[in-house]
């Protein structure tokens, strides 16, 4: 089966700029997606097919995708940007990362 | 309002059965691949099932194969699963999600109905 890794928590400062890893062996040769869940909420899409962002999404999210690691990155940090994220890929079946916590400072 | 609103979740014992709903509204359910997910409290995400927009197709985690059904209503809006010989490690939310095919990846949410296992 295919593995995600992400890390288990990333800190950004306030008004900062946070980067959470998704690592899977040649991952840039996949569709990655990105998901937000704030505590007691259900999962949100933030990112499709690598890059793209779902209509209600601020500019401040993107991501890329290359190698064996996708990145997502949220340019100046909100206290509202405290989450679990999530990346997934369809390998034979959907496949979720681990999850990382943000905390902002 | 676009929406979709998971029900049927509760208490159960290990080996019993329970049949989870899903009802879509403000949009055109039969148009859509749907999914379930779920999440084991304090962990992370776990894809379940998906359906075809006419059912005929179906497909599962491996561990939910033979215990797990996935079906849908399209004339009702309504997609379901039926879960038997649940376990204890099958306590979680499940979610209900659309499907963008082109992808494979889940665009909108329900919030959620918790299942609990337990004697």
């Known amino acids: 089966s295919y593995d995600l890794t992400q890390p288990l928590s990333v800190s950004v400062a306030l008004g900062q700029t946070a980067r959470i890893t998704c690592g899977g062996n040649n991952i840039g040769g996949k569709n990655v997606h990105w998901y937000q869940q704030k505590p007691g909420q259900a999962p949100v899409l933030i990112i499709y097919?690598?890059?793209n962002r779902p209509s209600g999404i601020p500019e401040r999210f993107s991501a890329s995708n290359s190698g064996n690691t996708a990145t997502l990155t949220i340019n100046r940090a909100q206290a509202g940007d405290e989450a679990d994220y999530y990346c997934q890929v369809w390998d034979s079946s959907t496949v979720f990362g681990g999850g990382t916590k943000l905390t902002v400072l | 309002e676009v929406q979709l609103v998971e029900s049927g979740g509760g208490l159960v014992q290990p080996g019993g059965s329970l049949r989870l709903s899903c009802a879509a509204s403000?949009?055109?359910?039969?148009?859509?691949?749907m999914s379930w997910v779920r999440q084991a409290p304090g962990k992370g995400l776990e894809w379940v099932a998906t359906?075809?927009?006419?059912?005929?197709?179906?497909y599962y985690e491996d561990s939910m194969k033979g215990r797990f059904t996935i079906s849908r209503d399209n004339a009702e809006n309504s997609l379901y699963l039926q879960m038997n010989g649940l376990r204890v490690e099958d306590m979680a939310v499940y979610y209900c999600?659309?499907?963008?095919?082109?992808?494979?990846?889940?665009?909108?949410w329900g919030r959620g109905t918790l299942v609990t296992v337990s004697s």
């Open positions: 097919r690598d890059s």
């Open positions: 999600a659309t499907v963008e095919p082109v992808g494979w990846y889940f665009d909108l």
């Open positions: 403000g949009f055109t359910f039969s148009r859509f691949w």
């Open positions: 359906i075809k927009q006419d059912g005929t197709e179906k």
